[in-house]
């Protein structure tokens, strides 16, 4: 549940909002010719399975940027998959709020804030989150997924379509010769040059480093206070479509699985087979809503007539994984508020708007 009276009001354009105390009951008598609405807590998803054989522990972790659709999509496929031999946990959606708002950090650059972060940043439950997942699961690696600018074959300030390391070696893991061994499985099998995987080594832990924003990110913290070996995995934003974004990923994430001993079943040469089936299945989307008391179950666009002082809940919402409902206009942090006037929610599926509930105050 999000901190409620962090805030106690937010101006918007002719609107007037007015978050919850912790008495909301006499603040509603204060408001009651507003509209309240209450919508459940974002969820914080992720998926363990260990498989009947021995073999390695990986941790995927998609989402940390909202607007890479092509990483948070590889991670959530993995998700419905089984695992053989190994261990496999997957966090697709780590900032599922930036996600829905389809910005690369609606509070920020999420993967900045690993070396520090205020315990007032919207953003801290998602972060101490990560860090306490890795410290309980702990991993042989950790994948860190992302959809970036450009091709770095061809531009080397462009981080799309590589791989990101942040040394040559760590503590006597080989991170440069791994990664160099993904991409060369990888580029076999892609046929355009300027789609091919080089690696990017930032250099971070060299006091002359031409990127010490990187000491900031996540591979970072998992090397230097987890000990633990950690890969960035870049698509291309400039890829044609979510479908090939997604490809890109599943073809390094099988060749570091397999690196790390794990096996999955169906294995990710199954997927790519079968790609656009995983990516475009077929959901039926709904939203119950609890208004004055009464349940209502809406599966399309709808306008509904409220009279003045309502009490609006969302109580669940269904689809995939990723649908969520957010309001025009408000703060996506807020999970509880008060609005003077007509309001519009768009049930999302990640960053595709499904429909529209328009609530009209009578």
């Known amino acids: ?77 993995l998700m419905d998959l089984d695992v053989k031999k190994g261990t496999v946990a997957v966090l697709p959606r780590t900032n599922f709020v930036s996600v829905l708002a389809n910005v690369r950090g609606y509070n920020g650059d999420m993967n900045r804030k690993f070396h520090r972060i205020s315990r007032k940043d919207p953003d801290y439950r998602y972060v101490s989150f990560i860090k306490d997942f ?21 531009n080397k300030k462009h981080w799309g379509q590589c791989i990101v390391i942040d040394a040559v070696s760590y503590k006597g893991y080989p991170l440069y010769s791994t990664a160099k061994y993904v991409a060369d499985r990888v580029n076999k099998k892609i046929t355009k040059k300027h789609w091919k995987i080089p690696i990017h080594n930032t250099d971070t832990f060299n006091r002359y480093t031409k990127y010490k924003e990187q000491r900031k990110s996540l591979t970072y ?30 073809m390094m994430i099988k060749e570091f699985l397999e690196i790390f001993n794990v096996e999955l079943d169906p294995g990710i040469d ?5 790609l656009s089936s995983f990516i475009n299945r077929k959901r039926v989307y709904s939203v119950r809503l609890n208004i004055n008391g009464r349940t209502e179950i809406i599966n399309s666009s709808k306008t509904i007539k409220v009279p003045a002082g309502s009490r609006i809940r969302f109580e669940s919402v269904y689809g995939n994984r990723g649908s969520f409902v957010i309001p025009e206009g408000v703060n996506l942090n807020y999970s509880g508020f008060y609005y003077s006037r007509n309001i519009r929610f768009f049930l999302k599926d990640d960053y595709k708007k499904v429909f529209t509930l328009k609530f009209v105050k009578t």
């Open 221 to 250: 913290y998992v090397l230097s206070k987890c000990n633990i070996p950690a890969f960035c995995i870049e698509a291309s934003k400039q890829l044609p479509d979510l479908e090939t974004k997604t490809k890109m990923h599943l």
């Open 270 to 274: 199954h997927v790519l087979s079968n």
């Open 1 to 77: 549940m999000e901190d409620l009276s962090r805030r106690n009001f937010i101006r918007l354009a002719g609107s007037s909002l007015l978050l919850l105390s912790l008495n909301p009951d006499e603040v509603f008598a204060k408001h009651n010719s507003k509209l309240h609405f209450k919508l459940p807590p974002k969820p914080l998803q992720y998926y363990i399975k260990e498989g009947k054989e021995k073999g390695g522990r990986v941790l995927i972790i998609g989402g940390i940027h909202g607007n890479e659709p092509g990483a948070y999509k590889a991670a959530d496929i």
């Open 134 to 154: 890795i410290d309980d699961f702990r991993p042989d690696v950790v994948l860190s997924l992302h959809d970036g600018y450009g091709f770095h074959i061809k």
